[in-house]
């Protein structure tokens, strides 16, 4: 079976940072495209990142962009999100989701928790 | 950006009832548009991919139309666990936006 299971909660100060990770079976791994999104605390979705199979390309929401980086290590099976200069608006839960390479995504983690407060 | 509207944002139906939801993109999408149930305190599920193709072990009671800028979900016969929270995504281009989502609960 697929799975997908991600890292811990965290809580974290304004300002710092924090890395997620999202670790992969079930499936050959390097096969896919894999991204990370978000939900706020009673708010919708939001797509952050992507990174194809190889780790070759990836794409951020503008939002983010220059504060998260996505990345993976294949040998590891495993899916990662560094976020850095951390704010209380990026509190909520973070998802791990696998591309099923029909433009759509197939498997989800079960979320991670981040928490940003003094 | 392409901009994802549902409406309703909420909507209280019964068991046995047949509901529709609308998700409108702010561009045109082609058929590249998803719908996702999300239960509370649960992770997406994918239902409905390429705007009118059941995912796999999805019951049949669900259905989606549409093409470009315009699309629906349809639930038949509604069951009890059928209410969650539904939301709509385009992966037409970066950023793969998500719509606000819909409540959909018991009356």
């Known amino acids: 079976d697929v799975q997908l299971v991600q890292s811990g909660g965290v809580v974290v100060q304004p300002g710092g940072s924090v890395r997620l990770s999202c670790a992969a079976s079930?499936?050959?791994?390097?096969?896919?495209?894999m991204h990370w999104v978000r939900q706020a605390p009673g708010k919708g979705l939001e797509w952050l990142s992507l990174?194809?199979?190889?780790?070759?390309?990836?794409d951020y929401a503008d939002f983010v962009r220059g504060r998260f980086s996505i990345s993976r290590d294949n040998s590891k099976n495993s899916l990662y999100l560094q976020i850095n200069s951390l704010r209380p608006e990026d509190s909520g839960f973070y998802y791990c989701?696998?591309?099923?390479?029909?433009?759509?995504?197939?498997?989800w983690g079960q979320g991670t928790l981040v928490t940003v407060s003094s | 950006d392409i901009q994802m509207t549902q409406s309703p944002s909420s909507l209280s139906a019964s068991v046995g009832d047949r509901v529709t939801i609308t998700c409108r993109a702010s561009?045109?999408?082609?058929?590249?548009l998803n719908w996702y149930q999300q239960k509370p305190g649960k992770a997406p599920m994918v239902l409905i991919y390429?705007?009118?193709n059941l995912q796999s072990g999805v019951p049949s009671r669900f259905s989606g139309s549409g093409s470009g800028t315009d699309f629906t979900l349809t639930i038949t016969s509604l069951q009890p666990e059928d209410f969650a929270t539904y939301s709509c995504?385009?992966?037409?281009?970066?950023?793969?936006?998500f719509g606000q989502g819909t409540k959909l609960d018991i009356k």
């Open positions: 989701a696998k591309d099923s390479s029909g433009y759509y995504f197939d498997y």
């Open positions: 079930g499936f050959i791994f390097d096969d896919y495209t």
């Open positions: 990174i194809s199979w190889s780790g070759g390309d990836t």
């Open positions: 561009q045109p999408v082609g058929i590249y």
């Open positions: 390429a705007a009118s």
């Open positions: 995504q385009q992966t037409y281009n970066t950023p793969y936006t």
